[in-house]
């Protein structure tokens, strides 16, 4: 039968219904293929997973620790009445730490082609690139600043939450494929630099992925256009921090902001000694794009978080040293572009919170002074990319926070990614990869009714001591085996598609009885699109006017009761997974 | 055309309150409450009674199962609200059902908060939010007298401590910010005040002399269930202990609304919330106050009663500002004994 | 509180193992101690979306009838249980389905429990599943939940977990208990809020008896042992096949004989000829079947052979509605036959009144050489009551009026006019016993005669040998409830409905109402004395009945020339104490007697 064997597919529905059912993928913005990389923990095969994750995401092992998981906020386990999301990203870190020690990395590698491309910025898209781009073929040079690579990664992350050593490791194996790294070489118009123009003449193309590292500015009341000596911008905090230079705050710790940045500035702080730490934020707790989990570990840690205000003024003694930040009170306003909220300040709603050091962390954004090159810039001064990642200088490609302001490293990543495939394209002149569908029947439904109730697993962190006692030390401690297989078991494994043969089936009800969701489903019609594609379903209660017994794909939880309750084996399960082929 | 519905979520003071307003504004329209509840609308400020002896329930209730009947009053407990639609006006309740509304009163209230470092040693802490979880607390005492170790010390808690102390029970409290919650006590009348719970019997350990609490264990056998372990190592062995660091508002339920939210849902004075056919009310909002400039909480059952009152009032047609009438007010009495009219339930 | 007397109903949709679980519940009641009295109702399909309703009390001492009110509902089936929620009484529970999948039409159950009521949820499909893997044991789960709640002793349950499902394998049985267990700790660690408690249930001290949880159908096969029955006919129909089949089981193991036979008219037959034979023979059906068998009881009567009719009635007529309860073939059953033909019709009111007219009918059949038909109903038939039965049979294994030895050789008299009708019969194989049977009129030979004085004769003959019946030893015609005496209301009820007269009657002494009861069990012949006298007792008589025209109250009438007031109803279902409570209170309002119709 040729419903046997695996096939590929690159009929746009097929593409669509892995877009629409495997919700965890499509939120990934690296398209990480989660069900199969939890699929082979389970399967006790950390390797093929860890590699399964390296496919899409050259850095797993940094990235189970420090994503900021948008798959999870997709994951189907996660919608309402199926409880809390798989620990897609915890799993992400078990596949790392699981796999063998002598685990051997695969690559698939393109033939040399001669193409020299130049990428400034070693941080999370410049490394995603520069991987990409050797495996096909290109002899890249990556150009980094500080003395080690991986950007914001080496230098904005505490180690509490990203050990180095993790990191080393996993950069290594991205940059070995031949890429030259050249740490310590700035690219800019300054005294003994490289012009990016020079780079141009050099190399076939350039990518820029040099990030946002510079701190956004917070205009306060008698502003000096110096920074007070109890203030600081929270990057600069960190960097010089993980620089290893000393850093000292005061008792009462006050820090403006409310993203990674914010909290992970509070939890040094904290680990620096200070001992009332308050996370100030304009808007609420509700509107800030931190996970939940983080946020829960920061307030563990005695970090209070205060909404609805926005630091106005210093407040010094005759000494001159800072007591305190004036706030003002806010009220939430409308929503800003990408889903924040605006804060609007209340006139006279002036008050004071005493602190003796301010860390303001409230953004970061690009410098693209460096550049000495023409090239458009839009409104908020990133430089601007057309569809296929170029700037307006031809060859000059660029991609990251550097185009995007700041963003996510699972982000810059899937954008390393990305414009690799554009730089690839734009050199060979021709596009050399493309996704298809890989559609294979499978013999079961792979998992049991049973593992829908496990419920979710917790994180097993560093006691609150421990943690004051080693700054250092790593918070989470990550899934012991059992733990990380009982937590794969959660995983639907959306990538299965459940179809009853209409042909065969007896309208018997067996699978509707043992159904544990409303996913089946009698009908007398479904919409069929223009596209060809199934529209929604006509449900119908009546009895007598049933034309089928349809499975609602969008509703099922590939439980697997269906299956094993028909009588006349009508019901058909198949893997559709996206992969890359060649064109 | 079909007659108005008006859904109220939450059953404590707040909604009975709007909800008896509402049928007397509209005769003909329809009220459904939702509450997580199994029990009608009891009095929460009475629960102290358990430990007189009143344990049958139905001495709790404020009215009569005729009375929801009679007033054409559906009642829905047991049910947990999943989601709110504010597009479609449906509301969708933990069991799958949609429950269409003209207009929404959030009177969720609030429930006991309990810090995060302490959140791993819940199950081993009991609440003190319902007639089931109050009952709990009373079996699980010894008869004749126990001992109750109350961490943090609200004035929910402060009350049931008087009563405990009265019955016979002994009572420490691990004082720290929340001891007086919701009143502001000042650091220099601070003292007065811990001063005037040792007067009323309470044993006080201040949080900042034992380091804050490190541990919450099961009590060896033959001790009693519970030990409190401090950070300075030393121990309090107790039959119950009690969170008590004041409340949190319910509000899980609305967070795909696009309702504005800081702690609690934020209200105008009139106690509409940011979509016009959502109103809250109760422990659960925060309304903005012109003269402080800023969303505040109002607490205590007379503040709470008449927010139902207004919201109801302002859901019908009305349109009046909330303005409290009763404040947390917590003084020292002659005989050196706090009192305040939080305590006083009418 | 000792005085339990606690209601349950399980409301579900076929399928869903309703009366499945009603079953385990109900044993299990009456395993722990109670005195339990049960019925179901389900719909005619097996498998599909139809009712089934479980309704079961347990009390200290057994009760007559099932109560208006329930204490405790148990919703499988929200679409179902919905419009039962008002059944329950305030402070009384409801359980229900936590997690549906879908709901229900009219939204889910927790929409329409009344403010009184106390609502308990379970995750019934979640605990199935986490236990069995399957969501089959969802009845097994919910069953558990409310034996937790209810603090019901565990081990009642499991012994008859085990017991049913120890036949489909070991497997199967660990599979229901570990469902159980998983529902009764979720139960068990429900906050109890209604009033609802079982109080310690009363030991059997009667001695040598044994307490059985048992329905009409089996009581009537238990007879049917006790009495030494040899042969069973019979053709399958609701609600008499149950009969059938359980004898179906019984019967081999004591080395007797019982044929499926190819309609009612074949059953009939073989009945009478096995009876001819000088076996105790039976069969059983419903109306519809009574009709078919009507020609072959005409040929019972004159042949004057002993045969059992045990008819179990239902809604009809024709198929009508075969898995609901009616009275009304009892006009069939008294005068269905052709010509004059009386027979021995009576019913009982209660399950261990099956037991007992079953083995009395073997009896009676055989002392008065007739056919007897037994009448239940689908009520009866399926209602379960706890009954305490002595360990040994109560019945006459033989009473048979043999013929004193002369009398034998040539010239037997087989239909000898004797003294009160009953010639000595002699069966095949008696030596001299040979004789004639035939369905022509007859002379004492069994030789074909029909002059006007023999017809005269022999009609006399068959009705005056029925007479004994109703002295028939150790067994009661009709008997008086309630206060001896004038009465200002009596109730006078036949069959099912007299356990809700009892009911209705004690409600109204509770009021304040002169009120008595009878219950006549022999209704052919009629026991006009008992009747007549009860009658002169009471202001007014009420004859409630489950059929549309009051044939109980036609009987009585045309028997004794007297009025009495009906009460006529036809649900389906039994009828409502309240209804009959409320006629009570009208007639002794008014003290007088009601003209019929």
């Given at each position: 039968m040729p419903d046997e064997e695996v096939r590929h597919s690159s009929d746009p529905r097929d593409i669509g219904w892995v877009r629409q059912n495997v919700p965890c993928q499509t939120a990934c913005p690296a398209g990480t293929n989660v069900p199969a990389?939890?699929?082979?923990?389970?399967?006790?095969?950390?390797?093929?997973?860890?590699?399964?994750?390296?496919?899409?995401?050259?850095?797993?092992?940094?990235?189970?620790?420090?994503?900021?998981?948008?798959?999870?906020?997709?994951?189907?386990?996660?919608?309402?009445?199926?409880?809390?999301?798989?620990?897609?990203?915890?799993?992400?870190?078990?596949?790392?730490?699981?796999k063998h020690a002598g685990h051997r990395i695969t690559e698939q590698l393109f033939a040399p082609t001669g193409k020299r491309v130049a990428i400034v910025g070693a941080g999370p898209a410049g490394v995603a690139a520069a991987h990409d781009l050797s495996l096909l073929g290109h002899d890249v040079t990556l150009f980094e600043r500080e003395e080690r690579p991986g950007g914001m990664l080496a230098y904005g992350i505490p180690e509490f939450r990203l050990p180095r050593d993790v990191l080393a490791v996993e950069l290594h194996n991205a940059l070995r494929l031949g890429v030259q790294m050249r740490t310590g070489e700035a690219i800019g118009n300054g005294k003994g630099e490289t012009r990016v123009s020079s780079l141009l003449k050099d190399f076939d193309a350039v990518l820029l992925t040099t990030g946002c590292m510079a701190a956004m500015p917070l205009p306060m009341r008698g502003d000096q256009g110096s920074l007070h000596r109890d203030v600081e911008y929270g990057l600069d905090f960190l960097v010089e921090y993980h620089r290893g230079e000393r850093k000292r705050v005061g008792r009462r710790v006050a820090v403006v902001g409310a993203g990674f940045t914010a909290l992970d500035c509070a939890r040094v702080a904290r680990r620096l000694g200070a001992e009332e730490v308050t996370i100030h934020i304009r808007t609420t707790e509700e509107y800030i794009p931190v996970t939940a989990e983080e946020m829960f570990e920061a307030k563990r840690e005695g970090i209070r978080l205060k909404g609805l205000r926005t630091p106005a003024a210093l407040v010094t003694d005759e000494s001159g040293r800072m007591t305190g930040v004036e706030f003002v009170q806010n009220r939430l306003g409308g929503w800003r572009a990408g889903g924040r909220r605006q804060a609007i300040p209340i006139d006279g709603s002036e008050f004071v919170e005493p602190c003796d050091t301010l860390i303001i962390a409230i953004g970061q954004k690009t410098v693209n002074d460096f550049i000495d090159v023409k090239v458009e810039v839009g409104r908020d001064g990133n430089v601007l990319v057309s569809e296929d990642g170029m700037c307006s200088a031809a060859g000059l490609f660029a991609a990251g926070d550097f185009v995007r302001g700041p963003t996510m490293v699972v982000d810059a990543v899937g954008e390393g990614r990305r414009v690799s495939q554009c730089i690839d394209t734009w050199l060979m002149g021709k596009r050399r990869r493309t996704q298809a569908v890989r559609i294979e029947p499978v013999a079961g439904p792979q998992r049991e009714r049973s593992f829908d109730f496990i419920t979710r697993t917790h994180m097993p962190t560093l006691t609150l001591s421990d943690r004051i006692r080693d700054a250092k030390g790593e918070v989470e401690l990550g899934l012991d085996e059992a733990t990380a297989k009982e937590e794969a078991k959660r995983c639907y494994l959306c990538f299965l598609r459940y179809t009853i043969d209409v042909d065969r089936c007896i309208y018997c009800r067996a699978c509707i009885e043992v159904a544990p969701r409303n996913c089946i489903k009698m009908i007398n019609g479904v919409e069929i699109k223009p596209d060809g594609t199934y529209g929604s379903l006509a449900e119908t209660k009546d009895w007598s006017k049933v034309a089928a017994i349809w499975i609602d794909n969008n509703e099922c939880i590939r439980c697997g009761n269906c299956y094993r309750a028909c009588p006349v084996k009508c019901i058909s399960i198949s893997r559709c997974e996206l992969v890359d082929v060649e064109a | 055309m079909s007659e108005r519905h008006h859904v109220i979520v939450g059953m404590g003071i707040t909604g009975n309150e709007a909800a008896i307003t509402l049928r007397r504004r509209e005769p003909q329209s329809r009220i459904t409450i939702v509450t997580l509840a199994s029990l009608l609308f009891y009095n929460r400020y009475d629960l102290p009674q358990v430990f007189r002896g009143k344990h049958d329930w139905r001495e709790f209730l404020v009215h009569p199962p005729a009375f929801y009947d009679d007033n054409r009053i559906t009642v829905r407990r047991n049910s947990r609200v999943a989601n709110v639609d504010p597009l479609n006006k449906v509301m969708t309740l933990e069991h799958k059902e949609d429950i269409p509304y003209d207009t929404l009163l959030v009177a969720t209230g609030g429930r006991g908060w309990i810090p995060e470092e302490l959140a791993e040693f819940r199950p081993l802490m009991q609440g003190f939010g319902s007639f089931e979880q109050a009952i709990t607390v009373a079996r699980a005492l010894p008869e004749g007298g126990g001992r109750v170790v109350m961490l943090g010390g609200d004035m929910i808690g402060l009350d049931l401590a008087r009563t405990l102390i009265d019955t016979g029970h002994r009572v420490t409290l691990v004082a720290g910010e929340q001891t007086f919650w919701p009143h502001q006590v000042s650091a220099e009348r601070r003292p007065a005040f811990v001063a005037a719970l040792e007067t009323m019997g309470v044993e006080v350990v201040e949080q900042d002399s034992v380091g804050g609490v490190a541990q919450i264990a099961q009590g060896a056998k033959g001790l009693p269930a519970r030990k409190v372990v401090f950070r300075d190592g030393s121990e309090l062995m107790a039959d119950v202990v009690m969170p008590f660091y004041g409340i949190q508002p319910a509000i899980d339920f609305m967070g795909r609304t696009g309702v504005d939210v800081e702690r609690g849902l934020l209200v105008n004075p009139e106690l509409r919330t940011t979509d016009a056919a959502i109103w809250a009310a109760g422990d659960v909002c925060q309304i903005w106050s012109q003269e402080e400039n800023r969303y505040r909480f109002y607490y205590g059952w007379r503040n709470v009663r008449a927010m139902g009152e207004v919201a109801a009032g302002n859901m019908t047609g009305g349109n009046d500002a909330f303005v409290a009438d009763q404040d947390e007010k917590l003084e020292i009495d002659a005989e050196g004994r706090l009192v305040s009219p939080f305590w006083e339930y009418a | 509180m000792d005085a339990t007397d606690i209601q349950i109903l399980i409301v579900g949709s076929a399928g869903d193992g309703t009366i499945a679980a009603g079953n385990i519940l109900r044993q299990a009641l009456a395993e722990a101690g109670y005195k339990v009295i049960s019925f179901d109702v389900y719909p005619p399909e097996i498998r599909g979306f139809g009712k089934c309703i479980a309704r079961m009390r347990a009390t200290i001492e057994q009760a007559y009838s099932l109560k208006q009110q329930s204490d405790v509902m148990l919703s499988l089936d929200d679409s179902h249980a919905i419009p039962h929620v008002a059944e329950v009484r305030d402070w009384g529970a409801v359980l229900y389905e936590s997690k549906p999948v879908a709901n229900a039409p009219q939204g889910h159950i927790t929409g329409h429990i009344r403010p009184g009521q106390i609502p308990y949820g379970c995750a019934i499909r979640e605990i199935s599943e986490k236990a069995t893997g399957a969501n089959r044991s969802r009845n097994i789960v919910a069953l558990g939940y409310l034996a937790g709640l209810y603090r019901l002793p565990r081990e009642a349950f499991h012994a008859i977990i085990d017991r049913q499902f120890k036949k489909r394998g070991a497997e199967v049985a660990s599979v229901n208990r570990k469902a159980f267990d998983e529902g009764y700790a979720a139960g068990a660690g429900a906050f109890k809020l209604d009033d609802v408690a079982f109080g310690p249930p009363k030991p059997n001290v009667v001695p040598g008896t044994v307490v059985e949880m048992i329905n009409g159908n089996a009581a009537v096969v238990k007879g049917c042992l006790d009495a030494g029955i040899d042969c069973f006919f019979g053709y399958p129909i609701t609600p008499a096949t149950t009969i059938m089949e359980r004898l179906a089981t019984e019967m081999p193991r004591h080395g007797k004989r019982l044929v499926q036979t190819e309609d009612e008219i074949s059953a009939i037959s073989a009945t009478i000829g096995a009876g001819f034979a000088g076996t105790r023979s039976a069969t059983a059906t419903s109306g519809p079947g009574l009709s078919l068998m009507q020609e072959m009881l005409g040929l019972g009567t004159m042949a004057e052979v002993p045969s059992v009719v045990f008819v179990s009635q239902r809604g009809g007529p024709s198929t009508g509605m075969p898995t609901k309860t009616e009275q009304s073939d009892l006009n069939s059953a008294l005068f269905g036959g052709h010509g004059d033909a009386p027979r021995i019709v009576m019913a009982p009111t209660n399950v261990e009144g099956c037991y007992r007219c079953a083995g009395k009918a073997f009896e009676m059949a055989e002392a008065y050489q007739t056919p007897v038909i037994v009448l239940l109903d689908l009520y009866l038939s399926n209602r379960y009551e706890t009954v305490a039965f002595g360990q040994k049979s109560p019945f006459e294994p033989d009473v048979n009026k043999r013929p004193r030895k002369q009398d034998l050789g040539a010239g037997y008299k087989r239909f000898a006019l004797v003294e009160g009708g009953v010639s000595p019969r002699a069966v095949p194989g008696d030596a001299g016993g040979m004789h004639i049977v035939t369905g022509l009129e007859h002379n004492e030979l069994g030789r074909p005669a029909d002059s006007a004085e023999m017809h005269l004769a022999m009609c006399d003959k068959r009705l005056d040998k029925l007479k004994g019946a109703l002295v028939h030893?150790?067994?009661?015609?009709?008997?008086?409830?309630?206060?001896?005496?004038?009465?200002?209301?009596?109730?006078?009820?036949?069959?099912?409905?007299?356990?809700?007269?009892?009911?209705?009657?004690?409600q109204a002494e509770k009021e304040g109402i002169d009120c008595s009861a009878m219950k006549v069990v022999m209704l052919s012949p009629f026991p006009e004395e008992a009747v007549s006298a009860f009658m002169d007792d009471c202001a007014a008589v009420l004859v409630p009945e489950l059929n549309h025209d009051g044939q109980f109250a036609r009987l009585v009438q045309g028997t004794l020339g007297r009025k009495v007031v009906k009460l006529t109803r036809v649900p389906g279902v039994p009828m409502r104490v309240s209804d009959i409570l409320g006629e009570i209170r009208r007639l002794a309002g008014r003290n007088l007697p009601q003209a019929a119709e």
């Open positions: 990389y939890i699929r082979l923990i389970l399967e006790g095969r950390y390797g093929a997973s860890y590699e399964t994750n390296r496919e899409a995401n050259v850095l797993p092992g940094v990235l189970g620790r420090i994503c900021s998981r948008p798959c999870e906020a997709a994951c189907r386990h996660g919608w309402p009445g199926n409880g809390e999301p798989v620990a897609i990203c915890h799993l992400k870190r078990a596949a790392s730490d699981l | - | 030893p150790d067994f009661t015609v009709a008997k008086r409830f309630g206060a001896m005496g004038k009465a200002a209301v009596g109730l006078l009820a036949w069959g099912s409905t007299f356990g809700e007269c009892l009911e209705a009657m004690f």
